[in-house]
């Protein structure tokens, strides 16, 4: 599999740390030291359906490509505009593409979920390109008068289109089923057979816990996924990890021993954008110029599953 193009899509208004001091017994000085996070983009008078059609246009431009050449569209998104129809539906109508499109939820590790997929739909002979959108607007999903979430988190959405031409793609995923310390439940509706149903709740998350799975596993993950790919972790030219929260990254650094220009990262301005995170940042560095024919990649990612994803990859555009 190979990557032929990539875009992203933001929203316009841009939520700073003083701003969240407004309304929250936080500061500016807390934010940036736990989590190296500045500013972030909210979701205001946009959809999601807006940003996610954005970047697929991007990415679509970006290949040099028309939404009629893909086979496939796959979403990865904690929550949609709409629960049903899919955003991958609507999304589809909306670039005026006439294929199969469905939604995926592997949380924050959906892209790296996401790619696996396709890579072995395309391996199979069952698509020839296919579109991948990650679109995410967790500033609806957290609560937002607690601080200890609420602050972390961004919206945005990036997109890749792939095809099946020879390119390195290798991916190792973990998934455990625990609910405990990342969860979100929904509106439990009204079904008068429903037996104490759960209540709709915003987003909980256990950070001092989360924070301890997060670098241990994308650690593990990527030494596995790295060795497995037949590499060595210093022949990675880049790091792309979900960006979270700089002390998981500079953790994750730390332990694999690679310099900091190998982990480009932008949550300092973005946050936590969940699933759409890695492909903003791929687009980015790929805007930037930063990426090279024949580079190696390696991705990781986690969240709420708890879910683990990680993907060695190697660049093949000029
Ligand atoms: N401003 C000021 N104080 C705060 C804030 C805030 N925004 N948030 C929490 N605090 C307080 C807490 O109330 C607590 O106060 P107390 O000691 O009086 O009870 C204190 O700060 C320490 O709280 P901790 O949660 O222990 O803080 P910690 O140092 O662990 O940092 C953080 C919290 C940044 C969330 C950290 O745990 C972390 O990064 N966890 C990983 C979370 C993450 O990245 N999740 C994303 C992956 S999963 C996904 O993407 C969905």
Redesign the pocket.
Known sequence: MRILGTGSALPVYTLTNER?TEF????DE??RT??GIQTRQMLTDETLLELGVKAARLALENAGLEAGDVDYILCSTVQGDTVTPSLACLLQKEIGAACPAVDING??AGFIYALDLADAYLRAGKAGRMLVVCAEG?SRLVDWTD???????GDGAGAVVVDGGEGLFHAHLTSDGNAVP?NLYPNPGNSPFAINPKPMTS?Y?D?????RF?VSHSTADLRTVVEEAGLALDEIDHYLL?Q??K??LDAVRARLKQPEEKFPSNVYKRG?C?SA?IPILLDEINRAGELHKGDKLALSA???GLTTGACVLSWTRD
Do not use: Q
Not at 147 to 153: A, D, G, I, K, Q
Not at 207 to 211: A, D, M, V
């Open positions: 969240l929250l017994d936080t500061s807390w934010i736990r989590t949380a924050c967790m601080r200890s979430t609420c602050v972390l988190f990342l987003l998350m950070g001092p816990e989360i924070y997060a979900h979270a929260n002390r998981i936590n969940s995170s986690f969240g709420a």
